[in-house]
């Protein structure tokens, strides 16, 4: 059985255990991972949450209880669902959706067919796409990716939706830089008030440090925003390496003389391929920021 057979036998499983309609569909992730996924609709709300078949699959494989796995299904459909039909009409007015369109860093070779169907802004080896933040029901929150026939429906070019996303994502996900030796403290601190008498191991990572936005997702765009990268090769009197971890972080250090630039790119190309899931990948490539230029570049 492969994951499209799957997600028919799913399919044909959850009917027989929930009274609504559900169809089977196939998205195209970052960087051209295809996921499959599962919609179960609601007469009462025009927004179906998306659930996702191949942790599931791998669950099935293990076990080949699929009794377990409608269950599973019908416990996340029923904690992701929204209550009541979702307003679309704010977005279809450009005036109410200016000040949420925030842009978002993407690889740009390895997103090729999504680019197609999406107005970005190139960055280095890197894309700008654009996205609309919502909160929908009182407490869901989300974003709505733009596409071209987006910027026709307002009646707006694509340096206008830039020019929103540059002044917008800052202030809608601040830039967060921390020490890396910061977090490795709060990871091995241990719990209890007398925690800070207790000897515990902090593994040394001197100089380096992480650049991603308050909300630790989708965080790598912090590398374009004016401030970070020039308050810290200001406080370092140096120019930064830029190690680009995932779509949701980077790492920051100091530029030495005599650093080992291949090697620093070979070693982001191993946990690339390595540590991450594929669609969480950035860039196999590394930057320096040259602090009296305000600058990036490839290395």
Known sequence: MNIKDFAETVQNALKTVLDKESQITEILKLNGIRRYGILIRDPDSNAYPTIYLEPLFEQFKETGDMAAITDRIIQEYHS?????????????????????????????????????????????????????????????????????????????????????????????????LRSMEDILLEQFQPPGPTAEDQSFPIPEAPGLYVLTNKTRTHGAEAICYDGPLRDFTAKIGKDAIILPCSIHETLLLALESGENLEYLKETVHTVNRTQLDPSDRLSDNIYIYRRNTGQTEIV
């Open 80 to 176: 992701g669902r929204l209550t009541k039909s979702f307003d679309t009409e704010w977005f279809k007015d450009f005036n109410q959706v200016r000040e949420k369109i925030f842009y978002r860093l993407i690889n740009y070779e390895a997103n090729q067919e999504m680019l197609e169907r999406m107005p970005y802004s190139r960055y280095l080896d890197l894309a700008k796409t654009y996205c609309v933040q919502y909160q929908a029901d009182g407490m869901h929150h989300g974003h709505i990716c733009i596409y071209n026939n987006h910027l026709e429906m307002w009646g707006i070019t694509q340096e206008q939706l830039a020019c929103a996303a540059e002044y917008n994502t800052p202030l809608l996900f601040p830039s967060c």
